[in-house]
């Protein structure tokens, strides 16, 4: 498509071209990205959710997750999986050819000028590390001096780094060795895993394969799941609900061969059954089911359309009839009688209603799909957030259904447990978080990750080799012995009080002056530079304080003349120092203080640098406390500047990765040494008189500090 649009765009002189989007694809490649900014060019200004809300364009709403354990037959297939993975493990781990491979690898015999593929990819190099751990071989200090990491800093071995490895071995055989033996060898393993399904499309799969996580995400357990989403919200909003419930499949099968299966598949027919099948008479009668080829009515509503539509009695739902041949659009008609209340749920599919349909009266969705994209996520939920002017006080709520299969014995502090495969939805639900903002539970804050939601199972762990923090299970809820589906008594008692979220949401959105949601960055540990500035603080205030006094004295002609110069001299040289040293320590004094001065930094050297084509006059650095959180932004610009600024401050705050340029903050104080260490941004150090200018600018805000670049040996 970027050809055909560019090559019509480059054709017509003279032309403006203005872009407009309800859904960027921020989920898409950075060759895709560029495609786009090729063609449009960078975002100048988006409208974001809250903003809508505060402009009463959007109505209050908040998300719901609602977890389920799957099938026992689901179950048993994933066990089959990881039981077919053990044993490959167990093979590869026994695995002669592997072992003489890694032994051979050109990181573990200290080749030359192997330094920057290490720094090109750290994780095969502690991947290496982790195998030769598990072998019991000791760890070769070269490779541990150019990660920085000591022996005891190299986790066990799992199934991810398991996949790191051998995947690398298969398909990237940059520093493996190359004879024709282990070529051979290579071909064979290959062939052998692909056999047991643990190679799809030359991608290994021993901790995400593609075959579970749809046996997860389509887990029929999700099917009464949606009917008890619906019962609550009968309970709470009665004969005012309008729900639209969204599959991905219409699985009608059944219906169509006349012959139901024995294993269910989760899918629009088979949620709309249970729901007819579950409910009394009353309620029943309102539910529709609405997909490209089958419509479905109960026969009391249907009867008005009779002059319209060729009725067809439904076998497996008795009272319900098939809408055949509609004289209008089957998808007009069933939105009329939502609208109407006639019908109070409305299952469909998510190619049909996902988007491009229009219904204000919706305050309840229901996700039972399993799609991750940022532009097919944020289309679904238009469908509940927009505004009924025949609703003023309406407000919706959002339910994602999660289904987790963890077995609490093999259920362990591995830092990248998100990647077991029983927690493929899961991570697919976090993921799908990522992409739109939303009210924090208890907190007037708009955020855009799933721990807003406050989940009694979800947590945050550091990566003890990163650094990272990410998102994890908490153990200690398993510990107790409750259920997973426990949790969802704390999502019925939310819904009780959704009637509260609108209050919530004025507070959340009335906190910005301009009311605009901008890139924010807080990190997990705000730096600070008061132990740095306090020593040197304390020390020219002693030298300052002694020197007047003895200057006093000499005016006073209590000293030698030679003395009272002296001291003349030390004081006029240590005030100025003074004076420098306390004012920075005092602009770092705040809680916020060090980041905003990081931010000030930062501001001055996109802007001298030309990164961001604005003023550093005409831009402010914001910094502020929630709680215990800080905040930090840039006011002021396109929306583009200031998610350049988020990105960078994100990197400089952030774990330390791989960057090409680092800042080292130093200070001794009373014998005693401290040391920090920032990475400089990627887009500041890719030349070396960018990452100077910001080294000059940190010296200026910041304080003292050394700048490292870190593509030499010694370093």
């Known amino acids: 498509w970027w050809k055909a649009l560019t090559k019509v765009v480059q054709s017509i002189d003279g032309m403006t071209v203005v872009s407009l989007t309800a859904t960027p694809p921020y989920d898409s490649n950075n060759c ?71 032994r051979e690898h050109a990181w573990l015999t200290n080749a030359p000028d192997v330094t920057d593929a290490i720094f090109a990819n750290p994780e095969l190099a502690i991947a290496l590390l982790v195998y030769l751990k598990n ?15 000591q022996p005891e800093d190299i986790p066990d071995i799992s199934e991810y780094w398991w996949q790191l490895l051998v995947s690398t071995y298969l398909y990237k055989p940059g520093g493996w060795p190359e004879d024709e033996e282990l070529k051979t060898h290579r071909k064979k393993l290959a062939r052998i895993l692909r056999d047991r399904k643990l190679i799809w499309n030359r991608e290994l799969q021993l901790s995400d394969a593609r075959l579970i996580k749809r046996h997860i995400t389509q887990s029929s357990a999700k099917i009464q799941a949606c009917v008890d989403i619906y019962r609550h919200e009968r309970e709470v909003r009665g004969a005012g609900l309008r729900q639209v419930i969204l599959t991905d499949y219409i699985r009608d099968e059944g219906v169509r061969s006349n012959k ?33 080829r089958l419509v479905v009515l109960h026969e009391s509503i249907a009867a008005q359309l009779k002059d319209e539509a060729t009725l067809r009695p439904l076998e497996h739902a008795p009272g319900f009839v098939v809408i055949d041949a509609p004289a209008r659009n089957p998808v007009t008609i069933l939105t009329e009688l939502l609208e109407a209340g006639t019908i109070n749920v409305l299952v469909g599919t998510r190619a049909l209603l ?36 025949k609703n003023p006080d309406k407000v919706s709520s959002i339910w994602h259904i999660v289904a987790i299969v963890l077995d609490r014995k093999k259920f362990g502090v591995q830092p990248h447990e998100l990647f077991r495969p029983g927690l493929a939805d899961f991570r697919e639900l976090n993921g799908r978080f990522s992409t739109f903002v939303g009210v924090h539970q ?30 994890a299970l908490r153990k200690s809820f398993f510990r107790t012995g409750w259920s997973l589906e426990s949790t969802n008594n704390t999502m019925i008692g939310r819904l009780h009080d959704i009637h509260k979220m609108d209050k919530h949401w004025q507070e959340a959105i009335g906190l ?79 809680v916020d203080g060090t980041i905003h001065q990081i931010g000030l930094a930062l501001r001055d050297t996109l802007c001298g640098t030309g990164i961001i084509d ?47 340029y680092l800042v080292i903050r130093h200070d001794t104080f009373f014998g005693l040494k401290r040391k920090d260490y920032h990475a400089v941004p990627t887009r500041i150090g890719v030349k070396k008189e960018y990452a100077k200018t910001f080294h000059l600018a940190w010296q200026r805000y910041v304080g003292k500090a050394d700048l490292l670049y870190t593509r030499t040996a010694e370093t």
Request: hydrophobic fraction near 40%.
């Open 354 to 389: 996902g988007e491009g349909w229009d219904a204000p009266c919706i305050n309840s969705l229901v996700l039972a799909s399993n799609v991750g994209s940022y532009m097919l996520t944020n289309q679904m939920r238009g469908r509940a957030i927009r505004i009924d002017k």
């Open 260 to 292: 139901e299966k024995q294993v269910e598949m989760h899918g629009a027919w088979p949620i709309f059954r249970e729901l007819v099948h579950s409910l009394g008479d009353e309620e029943r009668r309102t539910c529709a089911l609405l997909t490209g």
């Open 135 to 149: 072998r019991q071989v000791e760890l070769p200090p070269h490779l541990l001096g150019i990660l920085d990491l």
């Open 442 to 471: 208890t907190d007037p804050i708009i955020e855009n990750n799933l721990m807003r939601l406050e989940l009694p199972y979800v947590g945050r762990k550091r990566d003890y080799i990163s650094g990272a923090e990410h998102l």
């Open 512 to 590: 910005g002056d301009a009311g605009q949601v901008v890139p924010t960055v807080s990190p997990d540990s705000p730096p600070t530079a008061r132990p740095f500035h306090f020593g040197r603080t304390l020390f020219f205030f002693l030298i300052t304080a002694i020197t007047a006094f003895f200057t006093a004295a000499w005016v006073m002609a209590n000293i030698s003349t030679q003395i009272g110069v002296i001291a003349t001299v030390a004081f006029l040289w240590s005030l100025p120092k003074f004076y420098t040293t306390a004012k920075l320590f005092f602009k770092h004094l705040p």
């Open 32 to 102: 895709e990205w560029k495609r786009y900014e090729e063609l449009c060019g960078v975002i100048d200004e988006e409208i974001s959710v809250p903003e809508l809300v505060k402009a009463g364009t959007l109505c209050p709403h908040q998300d719901f997750v609602w977890t389920v354990v799957p099938t026992e037959y689901e179950k048993q297939y994933l066990d089959e999986y990881e039981s077919s993975v053990a044993r490959t493990l167990g093979e590869l781990s026994r695995d002669e050819h592997l072992q003489r491979a890694i």
């Open 614 to 660: 604005n003023s550093a006059a005409r831009l402010k650095v914001k910094s502020y406390t929630v709680g215990s959180d800080v905040y930090v932004s840039l006011d002021g610009g396109t929306f583009h500047e200031k998610s350049v600024f988020a990105d960078c401050m994100e990197e400089i705050l952030g774990p330390i990765e791989n960057p090409r």
